[in-house]
């Protein structure tokens, strides 16, 4: 476990160099701040003082070894706009997107799961294919019209949820926490369940999938020769042994969720990264744009490294040494 440990880190600092690299000249490569933060109005020594005090004065290469050192030492810029460091503006948001992105996943698998053993273990009946006809619509459904119904329907016509916003939160650790609090909670519950609705039938498939094929296995034969009880070969026998890919996917989709919540955050006014990262390209804010990519770049990694510890904790016969 040690070496598989060290060998995933090496891998991981290795993956955040590189990513560094292509997010910093991808972002530099966009547009030019000046034109949208400097008055038109201004004249060329004030836009000169102006490019001089952003650092945009020097080389690109010279300019992303500036980076690179400052980012070494948890320095990620300051916000063009804000004036403030763009790693505390992430981090200010980042417990709304977080609490968002988890809501959705645990939605997923607290509806997904049952739906989807269902749906493997009485493939005919017309309740699983309802399952199925129903996870077809999660797949198709874009996100940001099914959180405007969402909207119409619970907030304006019948007026059960409010529409936008985080609601009341509470502070715990310097972060403010929106599902602490009954009005934080019915926040919440639209967007998390928008954010979640591809989750769910993924989560559903996945599990049919892995159900109808673990089924036909010789040792689930074997424990209905011996009289174990259907329950028993269900939970015990079947459930454990699809649970490998769920988590998978999952796992990863995690990564895709806080990555990909923009739409979301949007339609929901939802005070997250999503949110501020499209402010933030509206108006070039680089430095804001560089520590959000970052960020989603250390989380995913972070996120697989847990993912294939997990494997060991689900099937004992997935070897994290890498042996040969």
Same mark, same amino acid.
């Given at each position: 476990?040690?070496?598989?440990?060290?060998?995933?880190?090496?891998?991981?600092?290795?993956?955040?160099?590189?990513?560094?690299?292509?997010?910093?000249?991808?972002?530099?490569? &966009?547009?030019?701040?000046?034109?949208? /933060? &400097?008055?038109?109005?201004?004249?060329? *020594?004030?836009?000169?003082?102006a490019?001089?005090?952003?650092?945009?004065?020097?080389?690109?290469?010279?300019?992303?070894?500036?980076?690179l050192?400052?980012?070494? #030492?948890?320095?990620?810029?300051?916000?063009?706009?804000?004036n403030?460091?763009?790693?505390?503006?992430?981090?200010?948001?980042?417990?709304?997107?977080?609490?968002?992105?988890?809501?959705?996943?645990?939605?997923? /698998?607290?509806?997904?799961?049952?739906?989807?053993?269902y749906?493997? /273990?009485?493939?005919?009946?017309?309740v699983?294919?309802?399952?199925?006809?129903?996870s077809?619509?999660?797949?198709?459904?874009?996100?940001?019209?099914?959180?405007?119904?969402?909207?119409m329907? $619970?907030?304006?016509?019948?007026?059960?949820?409010?529409?936008t916003? #985080?609601?009341?939160?509470?502070t *715990?650790?310097?972060?403010?926490?929106?599902?602490?609090?009954?009005?934080? /909670?019915?926040?919440?519950?639209?967007?998390?369940?928008?954010?979640?609705?591809?989750?769910?039938?993924?989560?559903i498939?996945?599990?049919? @999938?892995?159900?109808?094929?673990t089924?036909?296995?010789?040792?689930?034969? $074997?424990? #209905? @020769?011996?009289?174990?009880?259907?329950? #028993?070969?269900?939970?015990?026998?079947?459930?454990?042994?699809?649970? *490998?890919?769920?988590?998978?996917?999952?796992?990863l989709? $995690?990564?895709?969720?806080?990555?990909?919540?923009?739409?979301?955050?949007?339609? $929901?006014?939802?005070?997250?990264?999503?949110?501020l990262?499209?402010?933030?390209?509206n108006?070039?804010?680089?430095?804001?744009?560089v @520590?959000?990519?970052?960020? &989603?770049?250390?989380m995913?990694?972070?996120?697989?490294?847990?993912?294939?510890?997990?494997?060991?904790?689900?099937?004992? !016969?997935? !070897?994290?040494?890498?042996k040969?």
């Open positions: 476990m040690t070496v598989f440990l060290l060998r995933r880190l090496l891998q991981a600092a290795g993956v955040v160099l590189v990513m560094s690299l292509l997010v910093f000249l991808g972002v530099y490569a &966009i547009g030019d701040p000046i034109e949208i /933060l &400097i008055s038109p109005e201004a004249d060329q *020594i004030e836009r000169e003082r490019i001089k005090a952003l650092g945009l004065d020097l080389p690109l290469w010279q300019q992303y070894l500036v980076f050192g400052n980012a070494l #030492r948890g320095d990620l810029g300051r916000s063009f706009v804000f403030e460091p763009a790693l505390r503006l992430i981090l200010d948001r980042m417990p709304a997107t977080l609490e968002l992105a988890i809501g959705a996943t645990l939605a997923a /698998l607290i509806i997904g799961l049952p739906l989807g053993l749906a493997g /273990l009485r493939p005919s009946s017309p699983s294919k309802g399952i199925l006809a129903g077809i619509l999660g797949f198709s459904l874009p996100t940001f019209w099914v959180g405007l119904m969402l909207i329907v $619970f907030a304006v016509q019948l007026g059960w949820l409010p529409s916003g #985080r609601g009341e939160t509470v *715990i650790l310097g972060m403010r926490w929106s599902f602490l609090t009954r009005d934080g /909670l019915a926040h919440m519950l639209m967007p998390a369940l928008n954010l979640s609705l591809f989750k769910i039938s993924l989560v498939r996945l599990t049919r @999938a892995g159900v109808r094929e089924m036909l296995m010789d040792y689930v034969k $074997f424990a #209905r @020769a011996k009289g174990l009880s259907p329950a #028993r070969i269900t939970f015990i026998h079947v459930f454990k042994n699809i649970l *490998i890919p769920v988590v998978t996917v999952v796992g989709e $995690f990564g895709g969720t806080i990555a990909f919540s923009v739409v979301t955050e949007s339609v $929901f006014a939802w005070p997250g990264m999503g949110k990262i499209i402010d933030s390209i108006v070039l804010d680089r430095p804001v744009m @520590a959000y990519l970052m960020i &989603i770049v250390l995913f990694i972070t996120i697989n490294l847990l993912v294939d510890i997990t494997y060991s904790l689900l099937d004992p !016969r997935v !070897r994290l040494e890498g040969s």
